[in-house]
């Protein structure tokens, strides 16, 4: 009889109480679960003002209800309604630097400003001045108030049969900020001493986006080495460029423990688990020439699927949800650098 296996020890009775649950965690699990059975705020509907388009990107806002079951949101960008709206979210990199125009701008007092960010800590500045001015995190970080990972584990209603992608090459990376003196091109430097890594990007093999995915599965291994160190960040990198390819992700981040909070221990190989890269890529090596323990990293995808890339207009849906299912309650964020350093 096929069981479920042992990381996924509650899937049973969350699959009974949520339906098809999108699981980064247990823990991430079961705040679904309690956000989900508060009922929404009666029939006002929210309003939530973006304060300025992502890094300038622009998209179209989506019907959220299609997403959670509980009423759309309003979004707007028309700054008109910054003494109106509900909520106001605003994008690190995008206010960081005008942080005392911000503690000057006229508010609700029930208005909620919610700080948005999926940059790691090295890559967000003057987060030392953005204190004492919002009320709500965003962010991938498990301990924010609204969740918005870069990547989550479908569990699937039923298992379905192995499926590898045919395997003719090694080990590839896909690198486009290049920094010499960084952790990961040092790693990379002492690897490929010892074994044949291709690196596609910026100044390396040309690898045009829409056959990122096809060309990474040819590969048994795929370098998710992400350009910082700080907990719970898990990029891209390892949810569409690894895992969304169908081959085996060899991390550089957070340590093992972390990685494990959000995936299957036997579906990736941790850097730190060797004592050199050396040591790694020998066991690269022997591993792609036996398929038993090859196949050994696949065996979790019976039971889950990796979801990669969640879109902007989704991540401000996770907010539309958040704020309906809630009880609203007023609180600061007094420090945000030492929290999220």
Known sequence: RTSLPNWVPRATSLLGSLGTCHLLSRLWCLQIHSWSSTPPKGEHRLTILLWKWPFGHHFNFINCSELYGTPDCHFTVNRSWSQKADAVIMHH???????????????????????????????????????????LTMSYRRDSDIFTPYGELQLLGQPQPLS????????????????????????????????????????????????????????????????????????EKLWRNALSSGTVPVVLGPPRENYERFLPPDSFIHVNDFASAEDLARYLWELSGDTERYQRYFQWRKWLKPIAGASWDLHVCKACHFLQTTEARYQVVPDLSEWFV
Not at 100 to 108: D, H, V
Not at 219 to 229: D, G, I, K, V
Request: net charge positive; aromatic share 14%.
């Open 164 to 235: 590898i992608p045919p395997k003719t090459k090694l080990v590839a990376w896909v690198v486009s900020n290049w920094r010499a003196g960084s952790n990961r091109v040092k790693y990379y430097q002492e690897l490929k001493k010892h074994i044949t890594v291709d690196v596609y990007g910026k100044h390396h093999l040309p690898l045009p986006w829409d056959k990122l995915l096809p060309t990474v599965s040819q590969y048994n291994f795929y370098l998710a080495f992400e350009n910082s160190q700080h907990e719970d960040y898990i990029t």
């Open 93 to 135: 990199r995008d206010v960081c630097r005008d942080t005392e125009g911000l503690a000057q701008l006229p508010r609700l007092p029930s208005q909620r400003w919610i700080w948005f960010n999926l940059e790691s800590p090295s890559h967000s500045p003057n987060l030392g001045a953005m204190g004492n001015l919002f009320n």
